[in-house]
């Protein structure tokens, strides 16, 4: 068979998948990232791999860019289950041994508000104070960070009905983190922002609740369902955002995507326009084999290091560094390597896989997310640590920070800007919580024990 090594690839990737979803995560601590950060990568590479290797009556045969571009990410998703499974847990045994303590499982007063309080934070950073100090550039980006304060919030609303068995309460929250999706359809006419956070909180929740069949079965669903939305709202996306971009009132807005959801559909992949749907918005391979394909033939040399140093810049606040000379946005290096145009108003992201290509070849594919397996591995251990032992402040000042890695569309400068920023908001809402919560310092070790770890 010719494209006998993309299937294999595409058997391996989801010979991964379920590695992720099948491991004993009972018995080690973690709050989801990895298995968040997998999930996200497979949405923009698995899935566009999956519409060009399988027969489908779509089209005559598989897209020889996707093809080039699909290896890059299976290497990439090699290294990530590498470094998460095997190097990360021999670094922390060097350095973390043994186990927490038993706690109980009861919740402090104050931790039952703690919720609340960052979502309340959250929407009053991002909402009010982001638009109001627009012009005060490092201030606003952390204002900007507030949203990842509510997804925050979300996650701890679910932890603490989980270890009171309110479970009731447990869905509710849930059903409220799959509406995500729909708000910011219409408030700023995306859905994948909305599908991000509520990736985010998916992922925490099914690593810790049992019996594990359910959890699997439930989180199935969601994903039909939401990549079902994702057809639907793709069908109808020019309407939706031509009401929100054009300022109408939000009674036209919900009214028009009402009339969307009316004619809700069903993703089915012998469909020729639902798979021109995924291909178009979730088929990253195709440009990164066109990156590929640019630098063989010599029309571009690697970047060997320039991508990765303007991250690096990136750290530097631009209050601190007005005239700073990197931007968010990709969609300049994305044209000039993937001999395509791209309109500079557009948001093109070049993703992980293409960035550490682009810098370093195959090589830097690996060694990229090899890196990347072993730092978000290594956080979700001590965000994890923290959470079980009862900080639920630990756990977000290791967490908050973390989720600009889960960006995997985005560039290393959105990337290391991101995470600078959302730890200078960190600190501030920690020095907020220990000035105006007197019971923020002892609210610690109420909840069950976790192996530290134990892999």
């Known amino acids: 068979m010719i494209f006998e090594p993309a299937l294999l690839e595409l058997l391996a990737w989801s010979a991964i998948l379920g590695l992720f979803f099948s491991f004993p995560w009972r018995r080690v601590a973690t709050v989801g990232l990895p298995l968040c950060y997998i999930l996200s990568l497979s949405m923009i590479h698995w899935m566009g791999g999956l519409i060009h290797i399988l027969p489908t009556r779509w089209r005559s045969g598989p897209d020889p860019f996707s093809l080039v571009g699909f290896e890059q ?81 979300l996650c701890l609303a679910c932890w603490s009905a989980f270890i009171r068995r309110n479970y009731l309460e447990l869905v509710a929250w849930l059903f409220a983190v799959c509406l995500i999706p729909l708000v910011t359809i219409v408030t700023i006419g995306f859905v994948g922002y909305g599908a991000g956070a509520s990736l985010l909180v998916l992922t925490f929740v099914v690593t810790l609740y049992r019996p594990q069949w359910q959890a699997l079965i439930g989180f199935g669903l969601i994903g039909f369902l939401g990549l079902s939305l994702f057809i639907t709202y793709f069908r109808d996306r020019p309407e939706i955002r031509a009401k929100v971009w054009g300022g109408a009132d939000y009674a036209d807005r919900i009214d028009t995507f009402a009339t ?76 000039r390597y993937a001999r395509v145009y791209v309109d500079p108003s557009t948001s093109v992201g070049i993703g992980h896989v293409m960035e550490f290509y682009i810098n370093f070849g195959t ?81 610690a070790g109420s909840v069950p024990a976790a192996h530290f770890p134990n892999n």
């Open 73 to 153: 990410a299976f290497w990439g998703i090699l290294a990530f289950a590498t470094g998460t499974f095997v190097l990360a847990p021999l670094i922390l045994k060097m350095f973390a041994q043994g186990e927490v303590g038993p706690a109980g499982m009861r919740a402090t007063p104050y931790q039952l508000r703690l919720p609340y309080i960052y979502i309340g934070l959250g929407i009053l950073f991002f909402g009010v104070l982001a638009p109001a100090l627009r012009a005060v550039p490092s201030i606003y980006a952390a204002s900007v960070s507030g949203i990842y304060l509510v997804v925050v919030g």
């Open 260 to 335: 969307t959801l009316g004619k809700f559909e069903f993703i089915d992949f012998q469909n020729p326009r639902h798979l021109q749907a995924i291909d178009d918005r979730l088929n990253q391979n195709y440009l990164v084999g066109r990156v590929v394909r640019t630098i063989e033939l010599g029309q571009e040399e690697f970047a060997y290091g320039g991508t990765v140093y303007d991250g690096l810049l990136a750290l530097v606040p631009r209050i601190l560094w007005p005239e700073k000379p990197v931007t968010a946005g990709s969609w300049g290096v994305v044209s």
């Open 363 to 443: 090589p830097g594919v690996i060694v990229g997310f090899l890196i990347l397996g072993i730092v978000i591995r290594i956080v979700d251990v001590m965000a994890a640590f923290q959470l079980h032992r009862g900080n639920w402040q630990g756990f977000m000042s290791w967490f908050l920070p973390t989720m600009a890695l889960l960006n995997v569309g985005g560039s290393l400068v959105e990337l290391f800007g991101t995470m600078a920023a959302s730890t200078v908001l960190v600190f501030i809402v920690n020095k907020i919580l220990t000035a105006t919560q007197p019971t923020a310092a002892s609210a």
